[in-house]
Each structure stands twice: as C-alpha cells, then as structure tokens.
C-alpha cells in the first residue's frame, strides 16, 4: 500500500450548513496520513466559527482565513500552505466516501489519479481503468481531454504538489467560470504517468456547470475561450494530439444580454479571435456553436414554462440580433431549419404556435 501524504485543500465560503458533512466525510476515512486545509474566504455567516472548533478536534485541521476573493483565491491559498505529496481538492457542499483517500493513494504513484462521482440528479460518473505513460500512449491524453468529466473540475483527483510548485500552475483568479478546467489542462500537459479508479468516490451536490449562477461579460467569455484553447493546443503540442477544439472551451449561454446586447458578427468575432477563422454563414449554421440554436432552446423552455410575453420578447430579440440573410444558413439541424423558416417568414405567432404544438406532443 502507498502512503503518500495528503493535503485536503476546501474551499468555504458561507457554508456553514453544508460544511459539517464535508468535514466529517474526511474525519471517517480509512486512511490517516492527511491534512485538512480549509480555507475561510471571508465568510459572512457563522462559518468562520465552525471551522476553529473543527481544527480544535483534531491537529491534522488547519484553517485559512481570508478577505473574500473567489474560488481561485482561496484554492491558491490552499497549494501554498500545503505540505503533501498530493493534494485532492473537496467542494464545502459535497463529501467523499469513507474509502475515498485509501484507494486513491493504493492507485499512486502516478502524476495524476482520477476517480468517478456521484451526483443525485444523474448517473454516477465511473472512469474506465487506466494504468499508462502519456509518452507512450498519448492517446489517453486526447481521451481525457474530450469525453467529459475527466477533466471538467479539480476535485476527484490527486495532484502532485511538486508538479504544481516546480511548473508554476494556479487557479486563473481573473476566471469565474471553467477556471477549474483550465487547471486541469494545464496540469495534465505536464504529466506523464496516469492512473485511475474505476468507482465513485466523490458525491457532488451542485448543478452541473452551475446552471445560472454565472454570467459573463463579452470581454469575460472570450478570455475564458482564449485561455482554454490555448492550453489545449499546448497539450497537442506536448504530445503530438490533433485534439479537435472547434466545440470546446465556448461558454456562449453564459454571455448576459446575449441577444439583447449583441448582433451575429460580434459573437461571431469572440469565436474566431479565440478559436481560429470560419465564416459567418458557417457559425450560424452549426447547431453546436451557434448562438441561433440557445436562441431556440431558449424560446421553447419560455413555452414549456408559459412564459409566453418573455417568449414573445427574445423572439423579437432574435429577430433583430441576425444580421445575415437566413436563405444563406445551412442549418445542421432540422428542428433549428424550421424554427427559424417559421420565425422568418410566418412571424412571431406562427413560431410560438410552432413551440406550443411541440410542447403538446
């Protein structure tokens, strides 16, 4: 059995109903050889004085407190102050299985161990069995980078903490979305042995990708583009990959006032200056990327919810947002074809009308 030491890095931030679970998770594990770090980010509510009275219980607690100043802020301040082999980030609002640490410190040493989740409105996540050199099998790496899951968040992991200090890698503290994926990018562009654990170890509360907590300003979406394509092209070059980036790393329903702020040809430019050159026509037309297809799944959730006066107001904001004569687009898809002939040519009504027959059926 490997005995690494580990350091538990937590971030808490007005957690004080959810943070006892968490931290009696890791006080149950079967394996000892660990610190806790939590790091108070300024805190409001009585979650401060939770934490001295954990550290009280047990010498392997220690606490962090901080002026408020993210997720990033307070994680970073965890991987300074720890003195692990490994860290393994846990979120205030989840909590980990008794045998969590044990088997991911038996699957080490690897420059990274990744284990599988549990979330209680999906299906649990569990990784296939990976045992591999990323130099002699890069292909693992593509892997990773492009089913989802693998790499999405921080925690469900082992980092090495020499990797981390000798290359430098921090959470992006001007990111307040995808940051975390990031630092998997960047982190996984310098490993070489990877292992995984086959089960799920980790139980996540939260809304995956955090529904509407976030919005972003244009200026926010294309950095978090940029940053993000960015690492991936470094992990192609690391490894010789040709990872495909054209569908990832764009946060476009994120973007506040998307249709009521914008036109086609600025989000349009956020795209290619982040991801590379397509055209107009080609953008608006791929299902995938293309700020059209939000607009429609937009319209039709007002529907579904009857919100039909909202409906009615971002099918005039879609109306005015394109720029590009619709006979051009060569939509992917049929449902998006349709919708938008409708809107075009039949009007406003005609399209809520298209919404409420799909709604019955």
């Known amino acids: 059995m490997n005995t690494p030491h580990i350091s538990i890095i937590i971030p808490v931030y007005n957690a004080e109903h959810q943070i006892g679970r968490c931290i009696k998770s890791i006080l149950s594990q079967t394996y000892i050889d660990w610190e806790m ?9 009585g979650t401060a004085e939770i934490l001295d009275k954990y550290a009280l219980t047990d010498n392997r607690i220690r606490i962090i407190h901080k002026a408020n100043g993210g997720v990033s802020s307070a994680r970073n301040a965890g991987i300074d102050s720890a003195t692990g082999d490994y860290l393994t980030f846990v979120d205030a609002d989840d909590h980990i299985s008794p ?31 990976i045992n591999t050199d990323s130099t002699s099998d890069p292909k693992v790496i593509a892997e990773l980078v492009n089913i989802p899951y693998y790499l999405d968040t921080p925690w469900c992991k082992l980092f090495k903490l020499d990797i981390i200090n000798r290359f430098g890698l921090r959470f992006n503290e001007n990111m307040k979305l995808s940051e975390d994926t990031l630092f998997s990018y960047q982190y996984i562009a310098k490993c070489k042995t990877i292992r995984t654990v086959a089960d799920s170890l980790y139980f996540y509360d939260g809304l995956w990708g955090g529904e509407n907590k976030y919005n972003l300003n244009i200026q926010e979406l294309e950095y978090i583009s940029t940053m993000g394509i960015k690492a991936i092209r470094e992990i192609n070059n690391t490894f010789n990959l040709k990872i495909d980036t054209k569908y990832k ?25 982040s991801h590379g050159d397509i055209s107009l026509c080609d953008f608006l037309s791929d299902h995938q990327i293309s700020p059209l297809t939000i607009g429609m799944l937009g319209a039709d959730r007002l529907v579904r919810n009857g919100k039909i006066r909202e409906c009615r107001k971002l099918l005039i904001d879609l109306l005015n947002f394109t720029s590009i004569d619709m006979r051009k687009l060569k939509f992917s898809s049929k449902k998006e074809k349709l919708f938008y002939f409708v809107l075009r040519h039949i009007g406003i009504n005609g399209c809520i009308n298209l919404l409420r027959l799909k709604t019955i059926m």
């Open 37 to 45: 770090i939590l790091i108070n980010d300024g805190s409001t509510d």
């Open 99 to 129: 045998d969590y640490l044990e088997k991911m410190a038996n699957a080490s040493p690897a420059d990274i161990v990744i284990c599988g989740f549990k979330n209680s409105g999906s299906q649990p996540f569990v990784p296939r069995e």
């Open 249 to 273: 790393c764009f946060h476009l329903s994120k973007l506040s006032g998307l249709f009521s702020d914008f036109k086609d040809y600025d989000i349009h430019g956020v795209y290619v200056r």
